[in-house]
């Protein structure tokens, strides 16, 4: 299976902050990576496709990046309503199989 | 749009098959790919396999000789039966639409996602 490693595991950033996540795959993927967000009690809900394309009806405040083994994910201007925990997702290789996670708070 | 909706026992003993079933609403099951995803309570997500609206199935190896799905498409409903099942089984289980593009740019590609997802449900395992 192909390993995704994610860091930090947890960040606290004032309102307004850049906030940028790192997400690395155990081998090249490709661009073959989704990034998701959770809030507290809900269901994942899918931000970024194909590491850099937004997912219709996200705010444009989030951004991917990357290809291979090291992709980035970014918040431009930090809302309150972004407080989740973000995961990050290969799909190269079955098992599809997710990052452990970066909870993100506000400062 | 479409919807998801999981249901199934909120509890189930030790050694005994675990069922979920999800139902689509606003639009049709046929002609796409549906997946189910469990959370243990606190941690990561843990993909469980996926079907197409056909039957055919493809299952995480780490579940593969627990798991069965199986798809009702009268109904717009897919289940997940899971057997013997211990305490590590219980998770909030999610199913969700396993949405695909394929195309062509210097070789073929398909990109994959889980674009819309059923609120989850709550499996305990205990007896």
């Known amino acids: 299976d192909i390993q995704m490693t994610q860091s930090p595991s947890s960040l606290s950033a004032s309102v307004g902050d850049r906030v940028t996540i790192t997400c690395q795959a155990s081998?090249?993927?490709?661009?073959?990576l989704n990034w998701y967000q959770q809030k507290p009690g809900k269901a994942p809900k899918l931000l970024i496709f194909?590491?850099?394309n937004l997912e219709t009806g996200a705010p444009s405040r989030f951004s991917g990046s990357g290809s291979g083994t090291d992709f980035t994910f970014t918040i431009s201007s930090l809302q309150p309503e972004d407080i989740a925990t973000y995961y990050c997702?290969?799909?190269?290789?079955?098992?599809?199989?997710f990052g452990p996670g970066t909870k993100v708070d506000i400062k | 749009q479409v919807q998801l909706q999981e249901s199934g026992p909120g509890l189930v003993k030790p050694s005994e098959t675990l069922s979920l079933t999800c139902t689509v609403s606003?639009?049709?099951?046929?002609?796409?790919?549906w997946t189910w995803i469990r959370q243990p309570p606190g941690k990561g997500l843990e993909w469980i396999g996926f079907?197409?609206?056909?039957?055919?199935?493809n299952y995480n190896p780490s579940l593969k000789s627990r798991v069965t799905f199986s798809v009702d498409t009268s109904k717009n409903q897919f289940s997940l039966h899971l057997n013997s099942v211990t305490a590590a089984d219980t998770a909030i289980y999610y199913c969700?639409?396993?949405?695909?593009?394929?195309?062509?740019?210097?070789?073929?590609?398909?990109?994959?996602?889980?674009?819309?997802w059923g609120q989850g449900t709550m499996v305990a395992v205990s007896s």
């Open positions: 194909d590491a850099s």
């Open positions: 969700a639409r396993d949405v695909r593009l394929t195309g062509y740019s210097s070789g073929w590609y398909e990109i994959r996602a889980f674009d819309i």
């Open positions: 081998q090249g993927i490709s661009t073959y």
């Open positions: 079907l197409y609206s056909n039957g055919s199935t």
């Open positions: 997702q290969q799909y190269d290789n079955l098992p599809t199989t």
């Open positions: 606003g639009g049709s099951i046929s002609s796409s790919y």
